[in-house]
T-cell receptor, first 111, second 114 residues
Framework: GAGVSQSPSNKVTEKGKDVELRCDPI?????LYWYRQSLGQGLEFLIY????????KSGLPSDRFSAERTGGSVSTLTIQRTQQEDSAVYLC?????????FGPGTRLTVL | AQKVTQAQTEISVVEKEDVTLDCVYE???????LFWYKQPPSGELVFLIR??????QNEISGRYSWNFQKSTSSFNFTITASQVVDSAVYFC???????????FGAGTRLTVKP
């Protein structure tokens, strides 16, 4: 597709379960970002991938969070042993130069 | 450390009014980039504009205009003759050269009433 896509659009899970969120960036974009947006809040940076370089994981809130980017394209954000405070919208963005283009997000609800 | 402040949490105007959304930033870098994004009720962030630190020229795009003033570290956004479709949350963001994360302000929720 033309834009950034994310799946699933909604995910409801039970506390303690693991979840995987997927992001398909815009074709040709070398940079990929993950953000978290809690209800009514701004965006919190989580992780950044640029080409084949080591990712910048400085925004990950705990070791329960991890992300991979395979083949320089699709990325998966994994949250292990989910907690209720993980409930948020997880946004993915990709960029070629500076401007970031965002996907529709995955709304995660941890019961 | 970089920081973006959007002091206006919510603004409500009547259609056709002009409205200005404020953004104040902090950075120690001499090279940085400022952005505005729109997040409509559908939730997807839409890129509006990027401004480089070395280019203080203001910009106008249709009903939108941006006023970048380094002297006051501000990058304000004005919507002229607002419309109901302008209702959204607007985010100002800052990215420093060589820094991977983009810092967003808390956002300003704009409601335009008919």
């Amino acid at each position: 597709g033309a834009g950034v896509s994310q799946s699933p659009s909604n995910k409801v899970t039970e506390k303690g379960k693991d979840v995987e969120l997927r992001c398909d960036p815009i074709s040709g974009h070398t940079a990929l970002y993950w953000y978290r947006q809690s209800l009514g809040q701004g965006l919190e940076f989580l992780i950044y991938f640029q080409g084949n370089s080591a990712p910048d994981k400085s925004g990950l809130p705990s070791d329960r969070f991890s992300a991979e980017r395979t083949g320089g394209s699709v990325s998966t954000l994994t949250i292990q042993r989910t907690q209720q405070e993980d409930s948020a919208v997880y946004l993915c963005a990709s960029s070629l130069i500076l401007e970031q283009f965002f996907g529709p997000g995955t709304r995660l609800t941890v019961l | 450390a970089q920081k973006v402040t959007q002091a206006q949490t919510e603004i409500s105007v009547v259609e056709k009014e002009d409205v200005t959304l404020d953004c104040v930033y902090e950075t120690r870098d001499t090279t940085y980039y400022l952005f505005w994004y729109k997040q409509p009720p559908s939730g997807e962030l839409v890129f509006l504009i990027r401004r480089n630190s070395f280019d203080e020229q203001n910009e106008i795009s249709g009903r939108y205009s941006w006023n970048f003033q380094k002297s006051t570290s501000s990058f304000n956004f004005t919507i002229t003759a607002s419309q109901v479709v302008d209702s959204a949350v607007y985010f100002c963001a800052l990215s420093e050269a060589g820094n991977n994360d983009m810092r967003f302000g808390a956002g300003t929720r704009l409601t335009v009433k008919p």
